[in-house]
């Protein structure tokens, strides 16, 4: 399903992944109030068709279509790619925000019980109720990192096309943070940037299924509790600065939102998706000649350490 609006050449263009709720629906909200034209995608097509009706229904100025995205799929990735090149020629803001959390909650948040928790608190209470499977940390790195590495690869082409410096923002976490993993000789090779490589990074993932499955994160020093979450978003961000040195022309930034009241954090959040997504957003739109391989944290450059 597509919709159909006119833009004048000089609109910038933005596709924002899993973007029929939580930040991403935000963040399609807030850059199309800034008069881009945005392509909202989702994986599933009627969850994706009721986020448009909802934004078409505030008469945003820059206007909203919809394109059907599954980032785990090829074949999904190649037709939005195609469609943005046939329709627009170009793309100007790339913002990476589908991903899982990989856990599976164990009870619910009760908000009457628990809604007068502090920050620590309420992170301390999620940490404690989830349930993490092999499966479910298989999926977190095909989705956070390698589904997003696949769509900057296949819409790299039309961003380079891009008359004001394509913009990619990697949604990422303060759960990406090096400072997470203990393993030195980890760290400091994601850390290492004039050296990593994809392939370097593709075995560090390898060997951290291994030792999932092997119940051996701790004694290899991997962090636990969100344990492939983590480790995708560590990933994500290690990627982001080799593609920022690979593509100067382009600005590529990692954004931590913030803790958000949403789907994935079981609501528990203290910010609203509207802030989540403005710390997002406000990356996407940073004026030209800005930082590029740099970690933004709720807006502020971060260390990535
Ligand atoms: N919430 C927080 O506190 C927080 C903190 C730090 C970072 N983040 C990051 O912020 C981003 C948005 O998170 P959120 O809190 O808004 O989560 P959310 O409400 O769970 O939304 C996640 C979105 O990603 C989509 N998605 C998941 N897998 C996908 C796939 N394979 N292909 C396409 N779309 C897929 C989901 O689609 P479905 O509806 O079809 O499942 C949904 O639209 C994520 O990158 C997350 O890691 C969030």
Not at 263 to 269: A, N, W
Not at 270 to 280: C, Y
Request: aromatic share 6%; proline share 2%.
């Amino acid at each position: 399903m597509e919709g159909s609006i006119a833009h004048p050449s000089s609109t910038r263009i933005a596709v924002v992944t899993g973007a029929n709720k939580g930040i991403g629906l935000e963040v399609c909200q807030q850059l199309a109030s800034a008069g881009v034209t945005v392509v909202l995608t989702a994986r599933d097509e009627k969850r994706g068709g009721e986020a448009i009706e909802k934004l078409k229904a505030l008469g945003l100025s820059g206007g909203v279509i919809f394109h059907q995205l599954e980032i785990t799929d090829a074949s999904s990735i190649a037709a939005l790619a195609e469609f943005v090149k046939a329709r627009f020629g170009k793309l100007d803001i790339l913002v990476n925000n589908a991903a899982v959390a990989g856990v599976e909650y164990i009870q619910e948040f009760d908000h009457e019980k628990f809604g007068g928790l502090d920050f620590d608190k309420r992170l301390e209470w999620m940490m404690t109720n989830v349930l993490e499977t092999t499966e479910a940390a298989k999926e977190t790195l095909q989705t956070n990192y390698y589904g997003t590495r696949n769509v900057i690869k296949a819409l790299l082409p039309v961003l380079l096309l891009s008359s004001s410096e394509g913009r990619i923002v990697n949604v990422s976490s303060e759960f990406g943070r090096l400072i997470l993993i203990s393993n030195e000789k980890v760290r400091q090779k994601l850390n290492d940037i004039d050296n990593l490589t994809e392939e370097a990074l593709d075995e560090l993932l390898d060997k951290f299924l291994k030792d999932f499955e092997a119940g051996a994160l701790e004694a290899n020093g991997w962090s636990s509790g969100f344990a492939a979450y983590k480790v995708s978003k560590a990933a994500l961000n290690a990627y982001t600065r080799i593609m920022a040195r690979r593509h100067p022309a382009l600005r590529i930034n990692c954004a931590h939102p913030g803790y958000v009241n949403t789907q994935m954090t079981m609501s528990t959040g203290v910010l609203t998706p509207q802030e989540g997504a403005s710390n997002v957003v406000k990356v996407g739109l940073l004026p030209q000649g800005g930082p590029t391989g740099v970690y933004f944290a709720q807006g502020q450059e971060a260390s990535f350490l």
